[in-house]
């Protein structure tokens, strides 16, 4: 058992040193500029950024910062998620989004909930994320939707003043 445990640490630094080397990479930055701004040995970042170093929270954050990365969102989907998601939705619409939900998700539970907050079961999980993503998707069409009526009215409107 103690093996499986070693191989998961090593299976995680590897996948987090995957996450940062893609954000560091991404930045256009030299590498002993990151290293300062993050406040880590330049040498140290390079074993980080290998897979042969752990690498703190705070590490990981001051790396995926100085790179020009939100830290917080990125780490929240590596640990929710995996690496390679992290890495494709870190600083796009979507990761900030997220971020954002669930930055303010436990209040708004606690808000709705109030005292059935006990109600809630854990195998509700995925079928609520589904019907959330459904909900968003609808809301997002309705948008478009509305989108078009605006456009064809302006459109209409400012044909009515030309004829």
Excluded at 16 to 24: E, H, Q, T
Aim: with cysteine; net charge negative; hydrophobic share 40%.
């Amino acid at each position: 058992m103690p093996h499986a445990v070693s191989l998961s640490e090593q299976e995680s630094r590897a996948d987090l040193a995957r996450l940062l080397n893609a954000a560091v990479e991404a930045s256009g930055r030299l590498r002993c500029d990151i290293a300062r701004d993050a406040h880590i040995h330049k040498d140290a970042l390079r074993r980080i950024l290998t897979g042969k170093r752990s690498t703190s929270l705070g590490e990981a954050s001051r790396i995926l910062s100085a790179s020009g990365v939100r830290a917080k969102q990125t780490l929240s989907l590596f640990i929710l998620t995996d690496a390679s998601l992290a890495a494709e939705w870190q600083d796009t619409k979507v990761g900030r989004f997220l971020e954002d939900f669930l930055t303010e998700l436990p209040a708004a539970l606690s808000s709705e909930l109030a005292d059935r907050l006990e109600d809630v079961r854990p195998r509700w999980a995925k079928g609520t994320a589904h019907r959330v993503a459904r909900l968003l998707a609808d809301h997002i069409d309705e948008l478009e939707r509305r989108d078009v009526l605006l456009d064809d009215l302006y459109a209409t409107a400012a044909g009515g003043h030309h004829g």
